[in-house]
């Protein structure tokens, strides 16, 4: 009845996370609540492994071995280990230490599965706090340049002819002046939408980087919407790197470009510069496509017995009883006793892994 209360009380759990209420909370709190809500799912399932029949059991042993190989390393010792067995579960020669094989290694592929959407969901909320801060910072920078506009000024005095030595020619984001006197502070004739003006073409040269990037894109079953964080994130980064590229070009920072000669020409820069971001967030792209990738991806089906052996256990590798089929110490023989500790976690009173998390 132990382990028929166990799982009770995690669909319990599971029905509690699935009916809260988060409010303003639910699009950082909601994507937790969903993984407490498929992690106690899951850890009733594995319960539920230890109470069916030989023939159940024997019956899901494909369908365990495909997770394990999924999420499990490849000399990971319960995946080792289920692997020499498999063929003798699945043709009805399953003793008691299969079963607790079985269940340790369903176990441990939830777990690996749970640590995997958690780094997604921990790497979207990390993008999405990042754009929120960039974009407060593009914010900041256009109300600044709207009271102040002096104080950032994106104006430029391209040099004239000898012909009109007495006379410059300023070029702002937003107007052209002819003709102004020499010796005039180009900073005095900046206009509180200049900051803006470069920030918006900034904002069109990082969606052109974000049209050219859903090549890449690939769909996911991860229930993040990971590639969304960080396409996004181009936008506002777009509008900081416009800005700052113009700043860079007035402070002749960039030989050769220190006199821009036309609106056109500082709006073309800004929109270059805009999606020039693309080379800085294209690390977030791999970075973000790596770990989706990282989900569910399926390891190879040869093992290398040294590394198995080396990992398993001090004395793995040794010649086990007679009568068992490997030739292996690894618990799991038709004449051998029920499976030592792994180290990766002790069954507890029920019968049940003590160290699966209920996610809740």
């Known amino acids: 009845m132990t382990l028929i209360e166990g799982v ?10 699935a009916d809260e209420e988060f409010g303003w909370r639910r699009p950082w709190s909601g994507s937790a609540a969903r993984e407490g809500v498929w992690s106690n799912v899951r850890s009733a399932e594995v319960m539920l492994l230890q109470l069916a029949s030989d023939e159940e059991a024997a019956g899901r042993a494909s369908e365990v071995m495909a997770l394990v190989k999924k999420h499990l390393d490849i000399d990971d010792p319960r995946r080792v280990r289920l692997g020499r067995r498999i063929r003798y579960i699945i043709s009805g020669g399953m003793t008691p230490g299969d079963r607790d094989l079985m269940t340790r290694a369903l176990d441990a592929s939830y777990n690996a599965l749970d640590d995997e959407l958690a780094r997604v969901r ?14 407060l910072g593009v914010a900041g920078l256009a109300l600044y340049g709207w009271f102040s506009p002096s104080s950032l000024s994106l104006c430029f005095t391209p040099q004239n002819g000898p012909e009109a030595a007495d006379r410059i020619t300023v070029v702002c984001p937003t107007a052209e002046y002819h003709n102004v006197r020499a010796g005039t502070d180009a900073s005095s004739l900046a206009k509180p939408r200049d900051i803006l003006t470069v920030e918006i073409a900034g904002l069109a040269g ?40 113009l700043l860079l070009i007035r402070g002749a920072f ?6 821009l000669d036309s609106r056109a020409q500082v709006l073309g820069w800004a929109a270059a510069f805009g999606a020039a971001q693309y080379l800085v967030t294209r690390l977030v792209d791999d970075r973000a496509q790596e770990t989706l990738s990282d989900v569910g991806r399926p390891t190879e089906a040869m093992t290398d017995p ?4 080396l990992k398993e256990s001090p004395a ?16 799991a023989g038709p004449h051998e006793p029920a499976h030592p500790a792994d180290g990766d976690g002790e069954s507890g009173t029920d019968g049940a892994p003590a160290h699966r998390r209920s996610g809740a």
Do not use: C
């Open 122 to 135: 921990s790497l979207r909320n990390i993008l999405w706090t990042a754009t929120f801060l960039v974009l």
């Open 306 to 309: 040294e590394r198995a052996a």
């Open 254 to 259: 960039v030989p050769g470009l220190s006199d």
């Open 206 to 245: 990082a969606a052109l980087t974000v049209i050219a990037s859903l090549r890449r894109i690939r769909g996911t079953n991860a229930p993040y919407m990971l590639p969304l964080a960080s396409a996004v994130l181009k936008f506002p980064t777009g509008a900081l790197t416009a800005f700052l590229g």
């Open 316 to 331: 793995a590798g040794e010649a086990g009883p007679p009568g068992s089929p490997d030739g292996f110490q690894d618990g």
């Open 8 to 17: 009770r009380g995690h669909l319990e759990k599971a029905r509690t996370a």
